[in-house]
């Protein structure tokens, strides 16, 4: 079976429209050219340690991939797992306090970012409990939002506390 047949498949198993039918070929686009520019699996490179916002970053973006991998497979149990592991991800105290010590008034707009992560991921959880493919990829797209809006946000800002250990 070809990879277009195998997607459409799933497509056409959860009744997508034409626009969704292009969102789908567009995530899963975005999906191999981050696995290919990242230069592999996680095994294949050395992550930075969890104390750094880096690591923290690092951790979260192979559990993304891991995640839009299990949507592809039809795995929920993994799907459900994965987003529990996003939402409750932890963030070194350390770190916490330089995020706002850097951030300061704006640090509030930042938790709030946080939170819609989190609560993106929970969705997401409760969705491939269901077994509900159409409602795990929204979700998917969601969470996928909410971290982007963070990075394009604060990413500049924090971007000097990258690789410093907490």
Sequence with gaps: M???????????????????NRCMWACAALVFAAATWLGGPAEARPSPPPTTLRGVMVELQDVYLRLAQALFYDDYASMERLAKEVE???????????????????????????????????????????????????????????????????????????????
Excluded at 2 to 18: E, L
Excluded at 132 to 144: T, W, Y
């Design 2 to 20: 070809r990879v277009r047949d195998f997607f459409q498949q799933r497509v056409d198993n959860v009744g997508m429209n034409k626009h969704s």
């Design 88 to 166: 409750a991800h932890p963030m070194p105290p350390g770190l916490v306090v330089a995020i706002k010590a850097r951030l300061g008034s704006r640090f509030p707009g930042f938790e709030r970012a946080d939170e819609e992560t989190h609560a993106a991921a929970a969705e997401l959880a409760r969705r491939a409990a269901a077994k509900d493919p159409a409602g795990s990829a929204k979700a998917l797209g969601r969470l996928a939002q909410s971290c982007v809006a963070c990075h394009a946000q604060y990413r500049p800002a924090l971007r000097a506390l990258a690789d410093r250990s907490y």
